[in-house]
């Protein structure tokens, strides 16, 4: 079982730049993947990134290509999404997810069986 608690999310003008924080229990975190979602309102839940199981590999959107970054430090059972340029049509919720198993290529909302209660970013003057 892995708990998932998400954090860094807030009020940032365009263009800004923000650091969610995802929290991990549970023993299996150095076996699991991880992803980061999004859902804005009215919208349904969508793939931002993802990264395997142990840090090699990273997985990106189209749409955050170049401006997100996602890292993970096993040490410290946590997972991070660094967010830069970011632009009014990132606003959401965003949540962390993690799946058993090292690969990280995976960006369906069913494939990941843990989920974290989000963290919303509004990006807005």
């Known amino acids: 079982q892995v708990q998932l608690v998400e954090s860094g999310g807030g009020l940032v003008q365009p263009g800004g730049s923000l650091r969610l924080s995802c929290a991990a229990s549970?023993?299996?975190?150095?076996?699991?993947?991880m992803g980061w979602f999004r859902q804005a309102p009215g919208k349904e839940r969508e793939f931002v990134a993802s990264?395997?199981?142990?840090?090699?590999?990273?997985y990106y959107a189209d749409f955050v290509k170049g401006r997100f970054t996602i890292s993970r430090d096993n040490a410290k059972n946590t997972v991070y999404l660094e967010m830069n340029s970011l632009q009014a049509e990132d606003t959401a919720v965003y949540y962390c997810?993690?799946?058993?198993?090292?690969?990280?290529?995976?960006?369906?909302?069913?494939?990941?069986?843990?989920w974290g209660q989000g963290t919303q970013v509004t990006v807005s003057s």
């Open positions: 997810a993690g799946r058993s198993g090292p690969s990280g290529s995976y960006s369906l909302v069913r494939e990941y069986g843990y």
């Open positions: 549970g023993r299996t975190f150095n076996n699991a993947a």
């Open positions: 990264i395997s199981a142990g840090g090699g590999r990273a």
